[in-house]
């Protein structure tokens, strides 16, 4: 099983619509987590944290279900900008360091 | 603009070239990280350095050579690259440790490397 899993997509959206994405993760001491969004040929950028009481930043809104491990990511109204491969982002905590995974992206396709 | 910049943006080399890759983060984090990503896939981390010291090395061939003369520079040493190791070579910063950071990693804009 992979440290960190998400669905690759596409997934393909009018404009308007909400979409939603999971990512589970397999170690259950993992601590902190975070969803990054990457456009094409760009680097990948911090879109939020994700907050162990669920957060949300505008039209978007973090989950964190620890007990099934996963979190999710909820996009209202969805804009064309929001067109992009959406990183999952878990740290885990060792003796002697950490240890952050990147999952490999949800790619997100916004029509108009 | 994210605080972290890499030179060169695009780089084209021979397979018997050498070359560096730099990076330099102006945040102040303590720990600096080189990612590798090809088309089509996920980031592989390929070095960290947490307070200038290697913590990790995932099996990267030898031909990648990373340096970090202090805790601000970076630098990715490329020698008889293959055709395959054409690809986006990203590097991040995060500020560890210091209890309740956040520990975010802050990436550059990444180096476009193409080896023929």
């Known amino acids: 099983r992979k440290e960190v899993e998400q669905d690759p997509g596409p997934f393909n959206v009018p404009e308007g619509a909400t979409v939603a994405f999971n990512c589970t993760y397999s170690n259950s001491a993992s601590q902190s987590f975070f969803w990054y969004r990457q456009d094409c040929r760009k680097e990948p950028k911090l879109l939020m944290s994700?907050?162990?009481s669920g957060n949300e930043d505008g039209r978007f809104t973090a989950q964190l279900n620890r007990a099934s491990q996963y979190i999710s990511l909820l996009i209202r109204d969805s804009k064309l900008s929001d067109s992009a491969t959406y990183l999952c982002?878990?740290?885990?905590?060792?003796?002697?360091?950490?240890?952050?995974?990147f999952g490999a992206g949800t790619r997100l396709f916004v029509k108009a | 603009e994210t605080g972290v910049t890499q030179t060169p943006r695009h780089l084209v080399m021979g397979m018997t070239n050498k070359k560096s890759l730099k990076c330099e983060q102006h945040?102040?984090?303590?720990?600096m990280y080189w990612y590798k990503q090809s088309a089509k896939k996920p980031l592989e981390l390929m070095f960290v350095y947490n307070f200038k010291e290697q913590t990790e090395n995932n099996s990267v061939p030898s031909r990648f050579s990373p340096e970090c003369p202090n805790s601000s520079h970076l630098f990715l040493h490329l020698h008889t690259l293959q055709p395959e190791d054409s690809a986006l070579y990203l590097c991040?910063?995060?500020?560890?440790?210091?209890?309740?950071?956040?520990?975010?990693?802050?990436f550059g804009a990444g180096t476009r490397l193409s080896v023929l």
């Open positions: 982002v878990v740290r885990e905590y060792h003796t002697g360091g950490f240890k952050t995974i």
């Open positions: 945040l102040g984090h303590n720990a």
């Open positions: 994700v907050y162990s």
């Open positions: 991040a910063s995060s500020q560890e440790g210091g209890g309740g950071a956040q520990n975010i990693q802050y």
